[in-house]
């Protein structure tokens, strides 16, 4: 990340739909024969380490689940966000569906709603963080291996965060027509982010913080610059600032879609890398790095529907990034999680090629 000599390129990945897990299974793959936890790592597919301090960052506690009703093809439920959602049976695995949900009503529509659901969003409950996290304070400072606050999606940002309680639809409208309600949320979202992770910051520094926003689509981000400044902008640099002043060497953004007009405004704002860079929205690494310099670090950025398409398509695709991988600030993986429709022999040719892409034998 600092573009110095290194021994190695970290070799990281974002994991896999469950649907790809099943067609794995049945291609090759026996049970328990690779992890599926790729933010942890997975030594045997070469994936290197990291560790994730646990944490809850989501309501506690949650509503409760509860299904409205029912047919042979669908579900209309209440998730744990107060959301009412409809979602099709068909080719569900887990909690896991080829297609979106139908969002049907979310639990804040006014300040009134927000006052009440912000209850759940404590950030000195002790449910947040492991009970005795504290016995973990000096393996930690003698780490060899990233560390890392919160597991992924943990750390909500502030565009996800109030996406979650309000939807696409009825957030880009509550900018414009309940401000005040917003600079509220934002506000008392920046405290919450800062809050919750004192007490790990005040007694261990961590190697990096991801915020996940998922801001954006394929044509650009959901909200403007504009909005973005006088939102959000103000506390996102004051919670930058904070982990930074307490240990955080590094700040991620997680956003699919295309964030580029918002980019500018994230690097004012302290954040050192965004990511995953996903190609169908065009952020192809190589011309970020140009645009944007190396202030901005980068992570993702190979398509994922090269993979699909066999080892010389993939081959290709990954030589094209070897000069940035040479330069440094930049990790190589799938610009999401991996689809069904790459097979295991296309995704372990992808990570057999990926490996020689990181020592420089491309």
């Known amino acids: 990340m600092e573009y110095e000599p290194c021994d190695c390129v970290p070799n990281w990945e974002l994991g896999t739909w469950p649907q790809t897990r099943e067609r794995w299974l049945q291609e090759?793959?026996?049970?328990?024969?690779?992890?599926?936890?790729?933010?942890?790592?997975?030594?045997k597919l070469g994936m290197d380490l990291r560790e994730f301090i646990a944490f809850n960052g989501m309501l506690i506690p949650p509503f409760e689940h509860k299904i409205l009703e029912e047919d042979d093809r669908a579900e209309i439920f209440r998730d744990g966000s107060g959301?009412?959602?409809?979602?099709?049976?068909e080719g569900t695995v887990g909690e896991v569906r080829t297609s979106m949900d139908q969002y049907l009503r979310f639990a804040?529509?006014?300040?009134?709603?927000?006052r009440e659901v912000c209850k759940r969003f404590d950030p000195s409950n002790p449910a947040r963080l492991e009970t005795g996290w504290q016995r973990h304070l000096p393996r930690w400072r003698q780490r060899d291996v990233p560390l890392v606050f919160a597991p992924n999606c943990q750390t909500m940002g502030f565009y996800w965060m109030a996406r979650e309680m309000m939807g696409t639809e009825n957030l880009s409208f509550a900018w414009y027509d309940q401000p005040e309600l917003m600079h509220e949320m934002m506000e008392?979202?920046?405290?919450?982010?800062?809050?919750?992770?004192?007490?790990?910051?005040?007694?261990?520094?961590?190697?990096?913080?991801?915020?996940?926003?998922?801001?954006?689509?394929?044509?650009?981000?959901?909200?403007?610059?504009?909005?973005?400044?006088?939102?959000?902008?103000?506390?996102?640099?004051?919670?930058?600032?904070?982990?930074?002043?307490?240990?955080v060497r590094y700040m991620f953004v997680d956003t699919d879609g295309n964030p580029e007009p918002l980019i500018p405004l994230l690097m004012d704002a302290g954040v050192d890398m965004v990511w995953p860079l996903e190609r169908a929205a065009d952020q192809d690494p190589v011309r970020l790095r140009k645009k944007f310099g190396?202030?901005?670090?980068?992570?993702?950025?190979?398509?994922?529907?090269?993979?699909?398409?066999?080892?010389?398509?993939?081959g290709a695709h990954l030589r094209e990034l070897q000069p940035l991988v040479a330069e440094g600030g930049y990790i190589p993986t799938v610009d999401h999680t991996v689809?069904?429709?790459?097979?295991?022999?296309?995704?372990?040719?992808?990570?057999?090629a990926k490996g020689k892409l990181l020592q420089g034998r491309l």
């Not at 190396?294 to 993979?307: I, N, Q, T």
């Not at 689809?339 to 057999?352: A, C, E, H, L, T």
């Open 339 to 352: 689809p069904p429709d790459v097979s295991w022999d296309s995704f372990r040719y992808y990570m057999d």
């Open 108 to 114: 804040v529509e006014n300040r009134q709603d927000w």
């Open 28 to 43: 090759v793959l026996e049970p328990g024969s690779i992890a599926w936890d790729w933010f942890s790592g997975d030594p």
């Open 294 to 314: 190396r202030a901005l670090r980068l992570s993702g950025g190979v398509d994922k529907r090269a993979l699909a398409r066999g080892p010389e398509v993939i």
């Open 83 to 89: 959301r009412v959602r409809r979602a099709l049976k």
């Open 188 to 247: 008392f979202w920046g405290n919450f982010l800062i809050e919750a992770a004192r007490p790990v910051l005040e007694k261990t520094d961590v190697d990096y913080i991801n915020l996940n926003e998922d801001m954006a689509m394929k044509n650009g981000p959901l909200l403007g610059p504009e909005t973005y400044r006088t939102f959000i902008f103000p506390h996102m640099r004051r919670v930058v600032e904070f982990y930074k002043s307490h240990g």
